[in-house]
């Protein structure tokens, strides 16, 4: 099971970030597939979710209205639009599938992405 997160990078404040997670078709098919993030010296922290089917979503309140999850079932990907973004969104953001519960929104997924890093920054 691979999954290849990209798209990370520096921006400002307000600008906007496309980020996408290239899935193997056994991780694609997982029940949930989701992003978390990591800030420095905090614990990976619960971003958004989706279903296999494309819907529902879920995301953290602090990202709501702001940041978008979807699927691309043609091309076995994973992305998170991110709009307005705050200083405060700066960390590592990791693309998972196949949470060990039901719980989507913990950080108990079975397989993780490398990692890219999101700086907003002015």
């Known amino acids: 099971v691979q999954l290849q997160a990209s798209g990370g990078g520096l921006v400002q404040p307000g600008d906007s970030l496309r980020l996408s997670c290239a899935a193997s078709?056994?991780?694609?098919?997982?029940?949930?597939m989701g992003w978390f993030r990591q800030a420095p010296g905090k614990d990976r922290a619960f971003v958004a979710a989706?279903?296999?089917?494309?819907?529902?979503?879920y995301y953290a309140d602090s990202v709501r209205g702001r940041f978008t999850i979807g699927k691309d079932n043609t091309k076995n990907a994973l992305y998170l639009q991110m709009n307005s973004l705050k200083p405060e969104d700066t960390a590592v953001y990791y693309c998972?599938?196949?949470?060990?519960?039901?719980?989507?929104?913990?950080?108990?997924?079975?397989?993780w992405g490398q990692g890219t890093q999101v700086t907003v920054s002015s």
């Open positions: 989706i279903r296999w089917r494309g819907s529902p979503t």
């Open positions: 998972a599938a196949d949470p060990a519960t039901y719980d989507y929104y913990k950080p108990d997924y079975n397989y």
């Open positions: 078709e056994r991780a694609f098919s997982s029940d949930y």
